[in-house]
């Protein structure tokens, strides 16, 4: 090999170029297979056989959507506004596949006694990227529902809107108690401290101090990604497809190209922060200071089983619970997630003040008190379920009476 090529490929600046471009390439690959395994789960949940034609066991589906996606007629209604029609399912596309660039896929890796960080991008603000640009997901939806010029889109995009930015604030403070927790806002430096164990065998991973945090951050990553039970934006009952109602083709694919992209990228992300990034308890290689080449491809293969094991259940979850109401949407996160979520944040505050932010009685007590205390005033509470606001005037029955539990 020659001299340049080998020092280019041993550099911080080659191993991230060449690590950018196999991402890119496996996270394409990811994309149409995780629609093929989804349709397989499906079928396992309502016991039938899924795609079985094409190819071995049906293995070749994913390119025959792809090429009927890619030669299918592509329509453009003649009402839209054709600019921002097209560039809508871009920034989604663009949004969904860019995100990976700070997940720290294998740690790091020994060369001539320098330390390479396996990682596209190691930012001082890693973790603000991620949510940078997973929250400009929502103008791709926006800008399509506006620009499709049809009420049933611009219904989807409202919807959607409203239930993206709702669902920031839950997530949001999950990621700030692990910020607290940790002390930093570097992705990669989030795993070490993850690394170590209590009793000599219990891995030190988030999700045993903030299991709640963990649970709310994956329902709000579901909401965030548009995906069953809250998918409401496209609700096919009542609103036909939502925003993307109007497209075809392989516009039409590349919203569903970018949601799967995003489920990726967001998997990582939640494996990261609550489950310890690479690291595996009992598997030495996936230790932060083991760096050979090996310690690398481990670390990646445990990284990428745990973003397989969220996606598995991203799709069960689509596949077991009913829609939700979008009133109940709503107020499961302002009534529910939100108040919950700010009372684990002020614990955790707390819990920094004193020096017990690593504290497994302390974190996970407050948990448990929180849970107990919100499932105690949910059991005790006489609000009405309804989706009717309060201030609304009584629903008149035919016969011109008010109807029961309508007013």
Not at 33 to 42: G, H, N, Q, V
Not at 43 to 48: E, K
Request: net charge neutral; with cysteine.
């Amino acid at each position: 090999m020659p001299d340049g090529l080998y020092n280019f490929l041993t550099s911080q600046f080659g191993v991230s170029v060449v690590l950018a471009l196999v991402v890119l390439g496996v996270l394409l690959g990811a994309v149409a297979y995780c629609i093929y395994f989804e349709r397989k789960i499906s079928a396992w949940i309502q016991d039938r056989w899924g795609p079985n034609r094409v190819g071995p066991a049906g293995l070749f589906q994913p390119i025959a959507d792809g090429l009927k996606f890619v030669f299918k007629e592509d329509v453009i209604p003649g009402n839209v506004d054709k600019p921002l029609f097209i560039a809508a399912p871009a920034i989604m596309f663009l949004v969904g596949f860019i995100g990976f660039a700070v997940i720290p896929w294998g740690g790091y890796w020994e060369i001539n006694g320098k330390l390479i960080d396996i990682q596209v991008a190691s930012l001082d603000i890693g973790l603000l990227y991620i949510l940078g640009v997973a929250s400009m997901g929502v103008y791709g939806v926006v800008l399509g529902a506006w620009s499709s010029n049809n009420k049933y889109s611009i219904f989807g995009g409202i919807r959607a809107t409203a239930q993206m930015l709702s669902y920031e604030i839950p997530m949001g403070l999950c990621i700030l108690i692990v910020v607290l927790t940790l002390g930093t806002v570097r992705l990669e430096e989030m795993i070490a401290p993850q690394a170590q164990y209590w009793l000599g065998f219990i891995p030190k991973w988030n999700v045993f101090l903030h299991p709640i945090a963990f649970v709310v951050l994956f329902t709000t990553m579901l909401a965030e990604a548009n995906r069953a039970p809250f998918d409401l934006a496209e609700a096919e009952q009542e609103l036909i497809g939502g925003f993307h109602t109007e497209y075809s083709a392989l516009k039409f694919g590349m919203f569903f190209l970018a949601e799967y992209a995003a489920m990726i990228t967001s998997s990582a992300f939640l494996a990261v922060l609550f489950l310890g990034g690479y690291h595996f308890p009992g598997i030495a290689w996936t230790q932060p200071d083991v760096t050979h080449f090996g310690a690398v491809l481990a670390k990646i293969l445990v990284l990428s089983g745990k973003v397989a094991i969220c996606i598995f259940v991203m799709m069960w979850v689509r596949w077991t619970l009913p829609r939700f109401r979008f009133d109940q949407l709503m107020r499961l996160a302002w009534s529910g997630l939100i108040p919950l979520m700010l009372v684990l944040f002020v614990w955790t505050v707390v819990l920094v003040y004193l020096g017990e932010e690593r504290s497994p009685l302390w974190a996970l007590g407050g948990n448990v008190v929180a849970l107990v205390g919100t499932l105690v005033y949910a059991g005790l509470s006489k609000a009405e379920i309804t989706g009717r606001t309060s201030n609304l005037p009584p629903v008149q029955s035919a016969q011109g009476g008010a109807m029961a539990g309508m007013s």
